[in-house]
């Protein structure tokens, strides 16, 4: 019931909800860490609310955003008693991620990970567990996925099921969401499992309609104010159906493990978790018995994966498409483009250096949807002091990448779809330092090279073969660009027609 109140909520029940959490905690707070040196600014907060009751919790990003105007580019705020440092602007976020890379490259987990084991796996895990999970998945990754031609061609082949998919709504209105989130998670179930699944499999389709119901629900306004107290867990549904969720993907994954473990040929491995079971049992039988390699940090590596390879890619083509329809003469360059450049043979990764527009609109596309726009908590592995200010060890840091993807002293037309941004004077594609979508450092995204892939070949390939417009009766200005609250920024309920070009 708590979670109807929040959700249908203003400030004023928070208000309300305050002043019982005082009652709480009145005794126990403190916000004043005792100053070793100057601290971020930032505004006045309150006892146990903190700045709660400025903050938008429905889309904490912009009200960070219009906070960095005024306190400056390292700012702090309390969300609750939990005191967080925001680093905000291109030049602020490059410095501490990447020249700072160890200082702030630990992650700060949600109360809710604690829940699901989140101290395993790459998203949520910090020192030798992190450390030998990420190197491990980005080895994998890299076998059996990015980079490489199998991979491409999975990818292309995976398209093509999707395109028939499009073709089928013969131009009538349909929702992209489900075909398009299907398709991108089937890339990375190839990857880890070796294999895809049908679109029509139930096992399949219910894991990722619920994986992105579960990154729906860690967005929700409900599981911030749990995340930061988290004593009121037992009234909170969202966090029950999170756990419920967690439940049901963990048992469909055991059953795979087994499979695969029974139909193991350690000299043929078929994806990630081949590799992973002949690890642990390389480890095992040179008796070496506290390695990383155990059944935790498979199932969380897995996840992380699934959750953090589909929702992302899938959002990010969607949101193309939707931008296509609504800027109908930006789509007939792309498709003029696409048309002299590769005519109606397959696209391949190779044919980017040649789509100049194309790749401009692409990159445009990823800047303007922002969907992870606060990246994913950061924290301090040790006190560190930060032009000019001193952070203590154990912050909680988030890196704004909204105010680098929006920054006004990097972007000519910040908050407008203008591929110009990365095109030179003649046309050609231009790089450029403030795309940071995959944030960087320590803790930066580790399927960049799978993403980028994905969203070349599924963008191009869907342009070449469709023309994307509103539904009938809905003008290109009617379609909304607000995005649905989340973790991620998704675009928001929609339908497009998709008319079949050949
Ligand atoms: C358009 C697609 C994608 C975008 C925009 C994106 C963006 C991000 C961002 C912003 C982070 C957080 C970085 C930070 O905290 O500093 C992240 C982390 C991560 N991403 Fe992605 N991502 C995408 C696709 C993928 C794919 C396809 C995979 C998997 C194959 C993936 C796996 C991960 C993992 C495992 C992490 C956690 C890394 C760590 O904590 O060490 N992402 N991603």
Redesign the pocket.
Known sequence: MLDLLLQSTSVSLLGTLGVLLLVYFISSTSFSSKGEGKEPPGPRPLPVLGNLLQLDLKRPFITLLKLSKKYGSVFTVYFGTKKVVVLAGYKTVKEA?INHANEFGE?HPFAISYEEKQDYG??WSNGDS?RDM?RF?LTN?RDFGMGKKACEDKIVEECGYLVEVFKGFNGEPFDTTQSVNYSVSNI?CSIVYGSRFEYSDPKFTSMVDKTNRKVELFGSASMQVYNLFPWLGMCISDRREIKKIYTWITEVNLAIFRHLKETLNPQMCRGLVDAFLVQKQNFEDSGITNSHFHDDSLMMTVQ??FV??TE??SS?IRWGLLLMAKYPKIQDQVQEEISRVIGSRQVQVEDRKNLHFTDAVIHET?RLAN??PM??P?RTSQDVTFQGFFIKKGTVVY?L?TSVLYDESEWEKPHSFHPVHFLDKDGKFVKRDAFM???A?R??????G??RME?FIFFTTLLQRFRFTPPPGVSEDELDLTPRVGFTLNPSSHKLCAVPLM
């Open positions: 991620l992650r790459v998203l992190w990420r998945a990754l990375i992380n994966l953090a390879g992302t890619t990010t990823q969907i992870v990246a994913v950061h890196p990448l979508p995959f944030s450092g803790r930066m995204c580790l399927g960049e799978l993403a969203l």
